[in-house]
């Protein structure tokens, strides 16, 4: 179980910084309009922190629990969908500075998640339940990915241009 806990810290690790490494908001981000309900910049690190910590719990209680090698490999692959869709929303929407794209990617996200959380209850429903955070956040994030790109398109070629041209910034008005 000690390999099992250090493997899957580890790769929380390298999951949580490379998000952090391509979710750095910017002056593009900031320019962004936003809703109201837009959480302060501070407050996704702590968010992500607790969820990523509670779905490397949910990794280890589903590969300790797996009965055999079949199972270990289901868990091993819907992690690995779900690092996949994971790491790639952020790139979209920071690097690429492409909201629209990342919300287009929304959806694999969240159904990486769902598949989690039912592919693993037969195997550890402890696991599936500590899954059930990052589905939520998920859910509230494509929300708030969804009200941004309202906001704001159009995105390409005029990327960021809009808040600007509108003489908006940081906050949706009520």
Partial sequence: MTLTIIVTVAIVLVVFILGGIASRPGEWYRNLRKPSWNPPNWAFGPAWTIILSLAGAAGVFAWTAAADSGEQTRVAVLFAINIFFYVIWSPLFFAAKRPDWALAEVPFLWLSILALVI?????????????????????FAAFLNWRIVRLNAP???????????????????P
């Avoid at 592919?119 to 859910?139: K, N």
């Avoid at 995105?155 to 008005?173: D, K, M, V």
């Fill in 119 to 139: 592919g693993l209850w037969d195997i550890s429903s402890t696991a599936s339940w500590l899954l059930v955070p990052f589905l939520l956040w998920v859910t």
């Fill in 155 to 173: 995105f390409g070629s005029r990327a960021g241009a809009s808040p600007a041209l509108h003489g908006e910034h940081a906050r949706e008005r």
